[in-house]
C-alpha cells in the first residue's frame, strides 16, 4: 500500500501571501498524483491533476509541481476562500487503488 | 454537466448491511475511460477511498475494506450502488460517489451521512 502523508497538518498564513503544501509519496507515483480542496459541509473540489495540470475553472494562482515521491501545492496568493482543507491523492497502476493524504488545513493567520 | 447522487439509509444498526445508491445523470455510466468510485470522510478526519467499478463492471476494493464491500452497477438505471456488510461504528461517516478519469476524480456527489447506532 503507498502511503502519502502531508505536511504541515495546519497552516496559518495571511491573506495575500503565498501558501506552500507538500505531499509525500511511500514509494513513486509518477505523476499520478491530484490535489483537493474541501470546505466545510461540501464534496472535494478537483484543483490539479497530473501533478501540475489544473482542472477546468481552477483560477491561476493555484499551481502543482513534484514527480515521483515529492509533491506540492503552491497558493501564489491567498485569498479568503481559499481558506480550506487540502487533500492530496495518488493513483497507483497496481495494485489500482488510490490513496489519500490526511490533508493540510489551511487557516487565516 | 455530470451530476451525481447519493441515495440510501441514513442509519444502519451495528453488524448490518450499509447499502447506499448513486444517481448518475447528464452522462452515461457506461462510458469509457471512466470508474465509478465510493469515498468516505468520518466526522472530522480524512477521506478514505472504498473501491470503484470500471464501465466494463470490473470492481476493485480497498483491501483494509474487501472482505466486506460490494460495488455493481444497473446501467438501465444509470446508478452504481454500495454495500458494506457487518458495519460498526467506526464505519460511521460521510459517503461520497465520484467519477474517476483514470487516476482524478473530477465529478463528486454531495456526500451523505450515514450513522451506524442501535
Known amino acids: 500500500e503507498i502511503v502519502m502523508t502531508q505536511s504541515p497538518a495546519t497552516l496559518s498564513v495571511s491573506p495575500g501571501e503565498r501558501a506552500t503544501l507538500s505531499c509525500r509519496a511511500s514509494?513513486?507515483?509518477?505523476?499520478?498524483l491530484a490535489w483537493y480542496q474541501q470546505k466545510p459541509g461540501q464534496a472535494p473540489r478537483l484543483l490539479i491533476y497530473?501533478?501540475?495540470t489544473r482542472a477546468t475553472g481552477i483560477p491561476a494562482r493555484f499551481s502543482g509541481s513534484g514527480s515521483g515521491t515529492e509533491f506540492t501545492l503552491t497558493i501564489s496568493s491567498l485569498q479568503s476562500e481559499d481558506f480550506a482543507v487540502y487533500y492530496c491523492?495518488?493513483?497507483?497502476?497496481?495494485?489500482?487503488?488510490?490513496?489519500f493524504g490526511q490533508g493540510t488545513k489551511l487557516e487565516i493567520k | 454537466q455530470l451530476q451525481l447522487q447519493e441515495s440510501g439509509s441514513g442509519l444502519v444498526k451495528p453488524s448490518q448491511t450499509l447499502s447506499l445508491t448513486c444517481a448518475v445523470s447528464?452522462?452515461?455510466?457506461?462510458?469509457?475511460?471512466?470508474?465509478w468510485s465510493w469515498i468516505r470522510q468520518p466526522p472530522g478526519k480524512g477521506l478514505e477511498w472504498i473501491g470503484y467499478i470500471y464501465h466494463s463492471g470490473s470492481t476493485y476494493y480497498n483491501p483494509s475494506l474487501k472482505s466486506r464491500v460490494t460495488i455493481s452497477v444497473d446501467r438501465s438505471k444509470n446508478q452504481f450502488s454500495l454495500k458494506l456488510s457487518s458495519v460498526t461504528a467506526a464505519d460511521t461517516a460521510v459517503y461520497y460517489c465520484a467519477r474517476f478519469s483514470t487516476d482524478y476524480g473530477d465529478y463528486w456527489g454531495q456526500g451523505t451521512l450515514v450513522t451506524v447506532s442501535s
Open positions: 491523492q495518488q493513483y497507483n497502476n497496481w495494485p489500482p487503488e488510490y490513496t
Open positions: 447528464g452522462g452515461s455510466i457506461s462510458s469509457g475511460g471512466y470508474s
Open positions: 497530473g501533478a501540475s
Open positions: 514509494q513513486s507515483v509518477s505523476s499520478n
